[in-house]
T-cell receptor
């Protein structure tokens, strides 16, 4: 079975400060890991993914994430947050060996960036 | 616009009724996925189809069914509706079916179902 945990329901950060959204995962084999963002009344938008290779993955809108196998984590980061980054962020995992392409999502973390 | 089209955007119906949600995948994508997003359950995977065939199944209730047609559009049928079925239903699509590739899902804007 595969699962994802996002331990924080909400993260508050001041504009210009670093932003971190935490994610830990559990799979029986190797993981594919993803971050998506959801703005109000919109569908989820892909930010970045980890497949293999470099543990630091760069994605859209200045976001990056660091894969840590020993800690089974895939935290999302942005060096300098913008008010427009306020949204709901989802981490997702897929077991490489699983049939199909089922992604399991975490519960989401709401990010609020204050001016 | 993500290229994934879902209709209707909003739907209000009564308990016991049946509704059909429709999804047209992004051009070139062969896989279609259905997810349910509710406040208490988060984002739950329901089912995946690839080129007309079921590929993966999640926590889909027996009252729910789906299919993917030859033109690759998909429909999610929800019957004997209950208050708890009120949720946002997302369709997503991807090029492949999974396997060794990390196929990125492209999501539609969702269909909001309200059961009264």
């Amino acid at each position: 079975a595969q699962s994802v945990a996002q331990p924080e329901d909400q993260v508050n950060v001041a504009e210009g400060n670093p932003l971190t959204v935490k994610c830990t995962y559990s799979v029986s084999g190797n993981p594919y890991l993803f971050w998506y963002v959801q703005y109000p009344n919109r569908g989820l938008q892909f930010l970045l993914k980890y497949i293999t290779g470099d543990n630091l993955v760069k994605g859209s809108y200045g976001f990056e994430a660091e894969f840590n196998k020993s800690q089974t984590s895939f935290h999302l980061k942005k060096p300098s947050a913008l008010v427009s980054d306020s949204a709901l962020y989802f981490c997702a995992v897929r077991d490489v060996g699983a049939a199909g392409n089922k992604l399991t999502f975490g519960g989401g973390t709401r990010v609020l960036v204050k001016p | 616009d993500s290229g994934v089209t879902q209709t209707p955007k909003h739907l209000i119906t009564a308990t016991g009724q049946r509704v059909t949600l429709r999804c047209s995948p992004r051009s070139g994508d062969l896989s279609v996925y259905w997810y349910q997003q509710s406040l208490d359950q988060g984002l739950q995977f329901l089912i995946q189809y690839y080129n007309g065939e079921e590929r993966a199944k999640g926590n889909i209730l027996e009252r729910f069914s789906a299919q993917q047609f030859p033109d690759l559009h998909s429909e999610l049928n929800l019957s004997s509706l209950e208050l708890g079925d009120s949720a946002l239903y997302f369709c997503a699509s991807s090029v492949g079916q999974g396997g060794s590739g990390a196929n990125v899902l492209t999501f539609g804007a969702g269909s909001r179902l309200t059961v009264l």
